[in-house]
Every structure is written in C-alpha cells, then in structure tokens.
C-alpha cells in the first residue's frame, strides 16, 4: 500500500516543506558546492545558535546525517542532507522505509553522483524500463516538481515527483 504520510500529504505542505530544506541547505553550503563541509557547519551554527557547536559537536552532527546512508564521509553532500531532514519528519516505520527506498532509486538515476537528476539522465532511466521518451516531455516532467527552478531534479524534488506518482496510482489529487 502507499505510505502513511503520503495519504495525509498535501503536495502544498509538502512542497513547501522541501522548500524549507532546501533554503536551509543553501544557507549552510555558502561555498554552493552541494557539500557542506566541516567548516560550513560549524559557522551556520556559529552564526545561528548562541554559542555556536565544537568540532566535537560538528563530526557527530555529520556522521548523524551521513548514518542514515551508511556513509563515513567528513563532509554532507546534498542527497544525504535531504534524506536526513526528510527522515526526521517520517510518521511510521513505513514511511521510513518508503524514504530509504526512494533515496536508492535516486541514486540510480542520478548516474553522475552530482545530487540531480537531468534531462539526460531522466531520459536514460526511461530507456532502461522500455520508455520511450522525448526530452520535451521529460524537461515537462521535470517542471512539475521544480521547486527551484534549475531545471533538474534533486532529492527532494524526486520525493515530490514519487507523491505525485502514488497520488495518481491511488486515485488521489
């Protein structure tokens, strides 16, 4: 059956919610690398929290969010930081699950490990199913779920873009 947050998810709320995530990633990458690094971290919370966080308190903060991958990184790239947040709004054992499994989809189609999906890529998945696509159609698709308007898709727009999907499997919006 579908996840129990997708039943009670309005796309707006949902939406919105990943807006939220991803003006907090970019507030935090201030080099805009798409990886937060060690010293990124530490000066958002330098600037956000009184008192700011020890390295100490930083290296647990990143091992938390990449534990949720299984990755022993130094830094948080973006896909990881996105799955985290969203975990951490996760209602049940389901919607974890459903979460995690998504998050390997993306990986999947996100065949050049920059933390989106392009046109090309999304295009290469289609092919891999037996679908047959043109580039117009998939840059429609894409702007569905858009949520800042770079013309790819990342993590939380695929989450987008799969809640749509199971909205149209089951008969909702």
């Known amino acids: 059956g579908s996840p129990v947050f997708l039943m009670i998810c309005n796309r707006e ?19 805009k690398d798409g990886i937060i690094s060690m010293a990124e971290l530490s000066s958002y919370y330098a600037r956000t929290v009184k008192g700011g966080c020890t390295i100490d308190e930083a290296k647990s903060i990143i091992s938390e969010i990449n534990g949720t ?11 990881n ?20 499994n998504w998050h ?3 990986l999947k189609f ?8 392009s046109v090309l890529e999304l295009r290469f998945a289609f092919a891999a199913i ?12 894409v702007a569905q779920v858009d949520l800042d308007g770079n013309g790819e ?16 499997l089951s008969g909702g919006e």
């Open 13 to 31: 709320l949902l939406a919105d919610s990943c807006r939220e995530i991803q003006d907090m990633f970019i507030a935090i990458d201030t080099n």
């Open 104 to 106: 390997k989809e993306f």
């Open 69 to 79: 991958t299984g990755s022993v990184r130094s830094d948080i790239p973006r896909t």
């Open 153 to 168: 898709i990342d993590f939380l727009e695929f989450i987008v873009l799969m809640v749509d999907r199971e909205n149209k």
């Open 130 to 141: 037996g679908v047959l696509i043109d580039d117009s159609e998939i840059r429609e698709i």
């Open 81 to 100: 930081f996105y799955l985290y947040k969203k975990i951490a709004e996760a209602d049940s054992k389901q919607d974890l699950q459903t979460l995690k």
């Open 110 to 117: 996100d065949r050049d490990n920059n933390g989106f999906v």
